[in-house]
């Protein structure tokens, strides 16, 4: 068995912002590497202003994340100058906003706004703020959801799995379809060792299947972090950090992720290229262990969290296994109608190993030798023809797009 190649990008083309460190929760879980640094200011407007004109030539979407990116004094300004440099966006909160209409209302003009990621960890209050840390933010983030959805703002729900809501994925679930939210992303615990909140692998391996059994049963839910495949099977996709994605912090250093604290270079004082090739990012690149390469579900699974890794002192995800030396599922089965004409629903970006398909998070490398079917697929041309043309290697590829979502059938 060979082992896989990672396809790293030229340079990042998706961003979390990381505006200030402040924040009104206090969760129990949270993930913030400088959490102990609330008080230091952030970046001014004018320095994220000079983070974004840097990373617009690259950016495909930005993720603006904090602490609680709301509370930045200049939160206004910093989604105005996206809007003035068209760069597409989503907001990733925990719901308790200072002045929730106004928000509210500002946002409705930002057409650059992809959708609200709203952090709502249980169905209840006991739940939710066992997590959150804070009485009475389970009441102000469920107003805050419906208030965003009532004015057509696209909302999708953030819950990381803890012990207080294990039993609530259904009911979480029932509430976000209440609140008139697109979908739930559940997300594994990361971060230091806690088990006040943090569930056992037993539990965390139930959970994952109670949640993948909803998903296959047509319920809008997704996995909104890796877990390796070798821990337990699921339709969680690998991590893009060092590969396609960045953080930059509340003072302009990027990041691998959200959860690293290894700062590989500061955008106030270097280019994106050179914190992206930096010796700093090549060692996280290099973190991954060599058996991990060596397994038949990497492409999908990434090799697991390597935060989490470093986090705890390990050599790899703790919930990392034996690499597993053959796909533990066959992919999910699309029907093609032969009249069906496929349509692309990306954009396209050239790399020196092929091109890359980007939608929202989706980032899908394509070789150069594909690209004659990329074109076949202009909503004009049918499923028979391609294969016509093509062959069935070329019908196995449009589905394989159709299935990472980044080509629609009509």
């Not at 907001?91 to 930002?110: H, I, Q, R, S, Y």
């Not at 037993?202 to 959970?207: C, H, I, K, S, V």
């Not at 690998?238 to 953080?247: D, E, I, K, P, Q």
Request: proline share 7%; charged share 20%.
């Amino acid at each position: 068995m060979s082992a896989m190649a990672v396809l790293i990008l030229s340079s990042p083309v998706l961003y979390s912002l990381e505006l200030t460190p402040a924040c009104n929760n206090r969760c129990r879980g949270c993930y913030n590497v400088f959490a102990n640094e609330r008080a230091r200011p952030p970046l001014t407007l004018e320095g994220w202003r000079r983070i974004l004109d840097c990373i617009k030539p690259h950016a495909h979407l930005v993720k603006l994340t904090g602490g609680e990116p709301t509370l930045h004094p200049h939160f206004a300004g910093i989604v105005t100058h996206l809007r003035e440099l068209d760069i597409s966006f989503s907001l990733f909160t925990n719901g308790c906003w200072p002045n929730p209409e106004d928000l509210v209302a500002f946002l409705k003009t930002v057409p650059q706004l992809r959708g609200l990621l709203i952090s709502l960890h249980g169905a209840t209050p006991a739940a939710h703020e066992a997590f959150s840390g804070v009485p009475g933010s389970f009441a102000r983030t469920v107003a805050n959801i419906r208030r965003a959805t009532e004015a057509g703002l696209p909302v999708t729900i953030s819950a990381v799995i803890h012990r207080r809501n294990l039993d609530q994925f259904q009911a979480i679930l029932d509430l976000a379809r209440d609140l008139g939210a697109d979908h739930v992303a559940f997300n594994r615990y990361l971060g230091p060792r806690n088990p006040a909140i943090e569930p056992t692998d037993e539990q965390l391996r139930q959970a994952v299947l109670t949640i993948e059994t909803l998903r296959q049963d047509g319920a809008p839910v997704k996995f909104g972090n890796c877990i390796p495949r070798c821990f337990v099977e699921s339709s969680s996709t690998g991590c893009l950090s060092g590969v396609a994605y960045c953080t930059i912090d509340p003072w302009g250093n990027m990041r691998p992720c959200n959860h690293s604290p290894l700062k590989c270079g500061n955008l106030l004082e270097q280019s994106v290229e050179e914190a992206w090739h930096s010796a700093e990012m090549q060692r996280w690149r290099g973190m991954i262990p060599a058996e991990c390469h060596l397994c038949a579900e990497f492409p999908q699974c990434h090799g697991g969290c390597r935060a989490m890794a470093v986090e705890l002192g390990l050599e790899k995800d703790p919930l990392a296994g034996a690499p597993l030396l053959a796909a533990q599922s066959p992919p999910e089965r699309i029907t093609l109608y032969e009249g069906l004409r496929p349509v692309g629903a990306y954009q396209l970006r050239e790399e020196k190993f092929g091109y890359v398909l980007m939608r929202g998070n989706r980032i899908v490398p394509v070789a150069f030798a594909h690209k004659a079917v990329l074109d076949a697929c202009n909503g004009q041309t049918t499923l028979r023809e391609i294969e016509t043309n093509f062959g069935v290697e070329g019908l196995w590829l449009v589905a394989t797009l159709a299935r990472r979502g980044v080509i629609e059938l009509r």
